[in-house]
């Protein structure tokens, strides 16, 4: 089945989208705004995009009526923001800050999750999250529906337990990834493929 982009509804082309690019990671990101209100919210566009410096990128959407989300006004004013990696132990309470809460109400505290300082940012980290990444904001893009922000991580938490050897543990990490509608996906099972040379 062929399916022009042109011939479907923004929203028709939005499940394309989110039902085919399986699973993706969750960005739980926190923001302050100007008068120290945090923020928190989870973002399933989210990925890597730079190692030298490292960088990782988020997109989150608008309003309906097209404007900016508190997370991305908040960004956009202080330039810092903290991205944390969304695991099974803390996703009910990471979906909980995806409430319409209205503007200076913190979703950390609706969502009973800990608020406390960053070794940089001045934006802090949650307590309870196993991995945060302290970023400071290097690129923003107006896409129309989302903003795009690109960040330089400055400084990596990631819980005693779980770094071996400077590598992740990722069954004790138990990331937790994002597919359609209301569905999430746990880490099933894991394979190793070693990548072929040219000539072997």
């Known amino acids: 089945m062929i399916i022009p982009v042109s011939g479907q509804s923004i ?3 939005y499940k394309i989208l989110i039902g085919s690019v399986v699973p993706r990671p969750i960005a739980f990101v926190t923001s302050i705004d100007a008068d120290g209100v945090v ?9 890597i995009v730079n190692d030298n410096p490292p960088m990782i990128m988020f997109s989150c959407g608008k309003h309906a009526d ?12 202080s330039e810092e923001f903290v991205v944390h990696i ?29 608020a406390v300082p960053s070794e940089i940012v001045a934006v802090p980290r949650v307590a309870e999250s196993p991995v945060a990444i302290e970023c400071r904001l290097v690129h923003h893009a107006d896409l129309g529906h989302f903003d795009l922000f690109v960040g330089e991580a400055l400084s990596f938490y ?9 590598r992740i543990d990722i069954a004790g990490l138990k990331p937790v ?13 894991i394979f190793d493929l070693e990548r072929p040379v040219y000539g072997e």
């Open 39 to 47: 923020n928190a919210a989870p973002f399933s566009f989210f990925n």
């Open 11 to 13: 929203h028709d082309n």
């Open 158 to 166: 990631v819980r005693d337990d779980l770094i071996h050897n400077g």
């Open 66 to 77: 097209g404007t900016l989300k508190d997370t991305a006004r908040n960004i956009l004013r």
């Open 177 to 189: 990834s994002r597919l359609a509608g209301n569905s999430y996906s746990l880490i099933g099972r």
């Open 86 to 114: 969304t695991d099974e132990d803390n996703i009910e309470a990471i979906n909980h800050t995806s409430i319409n809460a209205p503007e200076g109400v913190s979703e950390l505290e609706l969502a009973g999750l800990t």
